[in-house]
């Protein structure tokens, strides 16, 4: 079985003879020398060989000299799955090298090049084959190889106008030639240019380095599409990522296979070569086929924007309710989605409990979390009974809430901080609060002549298109906002997207079973608004409030407004 494997022939095998396998089978015993691209007498086979079966064949050898890979066709078609090569970064190459042949005259083709880039090869060789060459034994004419070619990736991408160049071509050289070059120098020289570069770039190994895709589809404006790449973005960034490129393409409907279009695929996994990159993540939802397609085209981990903000509430999640509802809405998230993760999942278990009756690991998987997702929904339904009973306390003493909603990064655990002396975590980053923190506010009120109490909640901030699966894990979370006798509606009117932003927590709050009413809208971070932003907000809503949080301007308004909103 394992000689079986090992002996391979890729790409186009249909209608090769017996004899010819067995003689391209026959190249997996070969070894070259360590420091020759090729010798002459392998080249001489490989071309005997092509011009038998009159098709271009590929050999892929690793630096130990031996012939790993036997393909026939281009070296695009039979190229080694990104996921099956050795993943080493920017800063080297893979350690493979590619030998093929071209029945055509011709420089190798940029499909041949691209594919070499995306395999990051230590070296593509290209072997042009004449019709003459020595007679074979039997009758017939072997081809020979005439002109050679080799290229190799180089450390910085130039630019030749606005087309990137990835690679070095070399000019047409005789076997002899090639056969010269000194393969083991080049390599060693090639990659300490990458180390270096890749020191230059002060690269940190302990975050991802992320391509953003995004795709624009006729429904969405020029604005909403930037908003929401920034946007992602900042999630990436929030999550622990650096965001190291932004690729986007307009199509009319996602492609149902890989969301964007072929070329873009190939420009995208161009770039995860070139900058290094060990994440690519997408603006939008994917099915599990779409990123098990691309993972295989691009050769990183692929995730959508989903993935990313679950992740995102995995590491802030503090209290143990906050962990058991992120943990919950990653497993229903997750369970559909086994199958995209490869062949790890298709093995027959191994271990007690794990052997049933023809089970596969998937399975097994499958059904263990079943069971967790079970057991956490029951847990969250008893922590959303205790919420309750808590708010039927606090609303048996007669003192009324008021909940703070909006968009995440909004402002508002800097808002209850300021009004309530609370020392509640804040930050200038997405989502820095998960779990729900309640605070007694009393207000002077000089019409009742006595302080007035009231209970202020900070809560989770909303999102654009919010994870379903995170809405129904985090329902108890929620619940402060559906039973509080009032919603303080904050807005950032120094994001450029306010305006997306409050249609977003609007429609959030319309999909929710009971929303209190009244609401009230307020501005924050008037500081950092420019006038023209400022003056088109009060003319939109004349009867929202404008504060600085940080600054505490226009708190004490706020305050008395908060008492006559839960009065009505």
Request: charged letters at 25%; aromatic letters at 4%.
């Amino acid at each position: 079985m394992e000689n079986a494997l090992i002996e391979t022939i890729y790409g186009s095998t249909q209608g090769l003879k017996p004899s010819q396998t067995k003689e391209l089978k026959r190249l997996y015993q070969q070894r070259l020398p360590q420091d020759c691209l090729t010798t002459p007498e392998f080249a001489q086979r490989l071309a005997a060989i092509s011009t038998e079966i009159q098709e271009n064949v590929c050999a892929y050898v690793n630096r130990r000299g031996q012939v790993i890979r036997v393909g026939v066709g281009s070296p695009r078609q039979t190229q080694i799955p990104p996921l099956e090569l050795p993943r080493y970064g920017a800063e080297r190459l893979c350690g493979i090298r590619c030998i093929a042949t071209n029945l055509k005259p011709d420089p190798p083709h940029t499909a041949s090049l691209t594919a070499m880039v995306i395999q990051r090869l230590d070296a593509l060789v290209t072997l042009n084959l004449t019709g003459e060459g020595f007679q074979r034994r039997g009758g017939g004419a072997t081809g020979y190889v005439g002109d050679t070619y080799y290229s190799h990736l180089i450390p910085q991408t130039e630019r030749n106008g606005s087309k990137p160049i990835y690679w070095m071509l070399s000019p047409p050289l005789s076997l002899d030639v090639l056969s010269d070059q000194n393969f083991l120098e080049l390599v060693e020289g090639l990659e300490e240019e990458f180390r270096r570069e890749y020191i230059a770039l002060e690269v940190d190994e302990d975050r991802d380095r992320v391509a953003i895709i995004g795709l624009q589809t006729q429904q969405m404006s020029d604005r909403a599409f930037n908003n929401g790449l920034m946007e992602l973005e900042r999630l990436v960034d929030t999550a622990g990522g650096e965001a190291v490129r932004v690729l986007s393409q307009k199509r009319t409907q996602p492609h149902p296979q890989t969301v964007v279009g072929a070329g873009k695929v190939e420009e995208i996994a161009l770039a995860v070569q070139t900058v290094g990159a060990t994440l690519a993540v997408f603006d939008r939802d994917l099915s599990p086929a779409q990123a098990r397609n691309l993972e295989r085209k691009i050769g990183v981990r692929v995730v959508d924007r989903t993935e990313v903000i679950l992740d995102i509430f995995a590491q802030r999640a503090q209290s143990r309710a906050g962990k058991l509802q992120v943990e919950l809405a990653q497993l229903e998230y997750m369970l559909p989605r086994l199958t995209g993760r490869g062949l790890a999942m298709s093995r027959l278990g191994g271990g007690i409990g794990t052997r049933g009756p023809g089970e596969t690991k998937l399975e097994t998987e499958r059904r263990a979390i079943q069971r967790r997702l079970t057991r956490l929904q029951r847990e969250v339904n008893e922590l959303q009974a205790h919420r309750s009973r808590l708010r039927q306390k606090r609303q048996n003493r007669d003192v009324p809430s008021v909940a703070i909603v909006g968009y995440t990064n909004a402002g508002k655990s800097t808002l209850l901080n300021a009004m309530t002396n609370a020392e509640v975590y804040a930050e200038d980053r997405l989502f820095a609060t998960l779990d729900p923190t309640t605070r007694r506010l009393t207000v002077n009120d000089p019409e009742m002549g006595k302080p007035f109490h009231l209970l202020l909640t900070d809560t989770v901030g909303f999102i654009h298109e919010l994870p379903p699966a995170l809405v129904d894990a985090f329902r108890a979370t929620l619940e402060e906002v559906t039973e509080a006798d009032a919603l303080l509606h904050l807005v950032d009117l120094s994001h450029p997207a306010w305006e997306s932003h409050i249609r977003s927590v609007r429609q959030i709050l319309g999909e929710m079973p009971s929303v209190p009413g009244p609401i009230l809208l307020v501005f924050n971070k008037l500081d950092c608004t420019d006038s023209e932003t400022l003056t088109k907000a009060k003319e939109e809503y004349p009867n929202a409030l404008f504060i600085g949080a940080c600054d505490r301007i226009g708190l004490e308004t706020l305050r008395q407004k908060l008492v006559r909103l839960v009065q009505l």
